[in-house]
Every structure is written in structure tokens, then in C-alpha cells.
């Protein structure tokens, strides 16, 4: 099958190269290039860096629904989506059939962070669907789901690495459904529908007001990228692994209760043991290493959620 490709971080990759082993690609469509840093360094998205160890041809449009008469020209059998970052133009789905593959069992976190959602939620298990694209945000009819298991270990990272293979694989059997003339369509129950949407700066500041649990389930959706940030004397900081600790004190949330030899902290129900972490500037460290060095954190100081 000739496939136009629309995809952007990770989690598209095995998607991506799943459709160069299996059929033609005849364009990867991925975000724009950015700059990270004091130094602007210019940072290719994932799915970019393995189009050009390929030799696939490329285009980062800043915006698809200005520039969509190129696919259009191509005449590809199907476009194939995976996280790509930007809403297709209707023009484009009127053009050419489209796929999606989406990470969560539909019509549950439909938007752009379901994976990180079902973590922050402290779900035992998501999914992921291949899916028919509709001119509403992930609404489209369902093809096929497969059921991914969360361990309590799992953060972002570990979550979204199964997730794309599972991803991928999912995705091969649909193409090889549809080439035996086999289609699978089911409509989405719009009362079992909720959302996901793109993480902003105000979801990765933790509230130690909260509950142990959701603060730990937090920092697993939040990391390793962009870490779970809070505020102590002046200094950001960032959390990138935690874990609930046995001792039982009652002090107000966010009481750092000890700094030695490891880092405490209360929280609306019980204490957490920070076991990774980075402070603004710095680079990131276990706690313990941390400690050993550190002067900006005291027993009896306050973590606070920033603005």
C-alpha cells in the first residue's frame, strides 16, 4: 500500500518502521524542528531521525492545514497517523482515507496525553486503538484495541515503549485485514468518552495537599520528560522517581521530614521517599547523591507548587 506517515515523537517510531518494511512510504510527515537551551541546540523529533536513516522523504509543515494539497497530489492509498501533534484539515480526510493509532482503548483520554493520563490516574491497564479519523479529535470509528498491562513500576517511558510496539503490531494486522478485503468498524459510545488533553506547565507542578498516591502517580506520568516540578527556597526542582515510605508522621504537607540519608517529604495522607530527582541548573542524581552535597534542602522546609 502506498502511506503517507503523520507522526512526531517515540512512540510513532515501530509504527513508522512497521510501514517502511511492510509497504511504500511515499512521505513522513513530522513537526517542525526546535531549539532547546542557552546554546539553541536544534532537536529533530524521533520520528524524523529514523525517516533519515531510511531515506524517507520528509516534510515539517508548521502548519498541515496550510500546506495539506501536497499529500493531496500524492494520491497515497492511506495516511497513517500516530501522534503526530497537529489536527489533520478536514480537505485532507475528504481526500485520502486515514488511520490513527492512539494510545488508549477508545473513547476513553481521547486527546494528546493519554498515556500519561492513565498513569496520573493510577490505572492498572490501558490500550491502544487503531482507528478510522473523523473530523472530531479522536471520535472516529474503532477498528481494533489491544489491552496494555501498567506495572506499578512503569513511567512514561517504560509505558509508551510497550505501548508502540503494541502499537505497530496492532497497525500491521489492521493492513493485512484490509488487504484481504476484511474491514472492522465500530462507533465510539460518546457517554464513555473523556479526555486527555496535551500536558501544559501547570500539570507537571505537584501539590503536596494531594494524596501519597497521586503524587507518586504524578511523577511516573511526568517522567523522565519534563519531571514533576515543585518550589523549595527559591529553587525549582524536579522529581523524577518516588516511592511511598512506611513512616507515619503527621506534619503539614509538603514538611521535608529528614534529609538524612534520605528525603522525605509529607503529604496530605502519608510521607514519600524522593529517589531521583534535579534542581534547576544542576544535573539530574539519585537522592542519596544528592544529599551528600546538597545545602539548599533542610528538615522542617517546605516544598510549594509554583505558578
Given at each position: 500500500?502506498?502511506?503517507?506517515?503523520?507522526?512526531?515523537?517515540e512512540f510513532a517510531v515501530p509504527s513508522l518502521k512497521m510501514l517502511h518494511e511492510n509497504h511504500e512510504v511515499l512521505l513522513v510527515v513530522t513537526q517542525p524542528d526546535h531549539t532547546v537551551g542557552r546554546k539553541k541546540q536544534i532537536v529533530k523529533s524521533p520520528v524524523k531521525i529514523y525517516a533519515e536513516c531510511v531515506n524517507l522523504p520528509i516534510f515539517q509543515p508548521e502548519k498541515i492545514k496550510q500546506e495539506d494539497q501536497r499529500i493531496i497530489d500524492l494520491k497515497p492509498d492511506l495516511i497513517i497517523t500516530a501522534a503526530y501533534g497537529q489536527m489533520l484539515p478536514n480537505r485532507l480526510l475528504k481526500n485520502v482515507k486515514a488511520?490513527?493509532?492512539h494510545g488508549s482503548l477508545l473513547p476513553k483520554y481521547r486527546g494528546g496525553a493519554p498515556i500519561q493520563y492513565a498513569l496520573f490516574d493510577g490505572l492498572k491497564e490501558t490500550g491502544v486503538t487503531v482507528m478510522y479519523m473523523a473530523e472530531k479529535m479522536?471520535?472516529?470509528d474503532i477498528i481494533k484495541q489491544e489491552k496494555v498491562l501498567i506495572?506499578?513500576?512503569d513511567n512514561y517511558k517504560?509505558?509508551?515503549l510497550k505501548m508502540s510496539f503494541v502499537g505497530a503490531n496492532l497497525l500491521k494486522s489492521v493492513l493485512e485485514d484490509m488487504k484481504q478485503g476484511i474491514f472492522h468498524r465500530v462507533s465510539q459510545n460518546?457517554?464513555?468518552?473523556?479526555f486527555a488533553y496535551t500536558i501544559k506547565r501547570d500539570d507537571e507542578w505537584l501539590d503536596f495537599n494531594d494524596t501519597a498516591t497521586n503524587i507518586l502517580n504524578r511523577i511516573r506520568g511526568l517522567s523522565p520528560e519534563p519531571g514533576a516540578s515543585t518550589y523549595i527556597n527559591g529553587k525549582i526542582v524536579k522529581f523524577y522517581q518516588a516511592k511511598i515510605s512506611d513512616i507515619i508522621?503527621?506534619?503539614?504537607?509538603g514538611t521535608v521530614l529528614s534529609t538524612d540519608k534520605m528525603l522525605l517529604i509529607q503529604t496530605k495522607d502519608q510521607a514519600i521517599e524522593i529517589l531521583e530527582l534535579q534542581v534547576a541548573?544542576?544535573?539530574?542524581?539519585d537522592a542519596k547523591s544528592f544529599l551528600n552535597g546538597q545545602s539548599i534542602i533542610k528538615k522542617g522546609d517546605h516544598f510549594q507548587k509554583g505558578e
Open positions: 500500500m502506498k502511506i503517507v506517515f503523520f507522526g512526531t515523537p488511520l490513527n493509532v479522536d471520535s472516529g506495572d506499578p513500576s517504560t509505558l509508551m460518546e457517554d464513555e468518552v473523556s508522621k503527621h506534619n503539614e504537607p541548573g544542576k544535573r539530574k542524581m
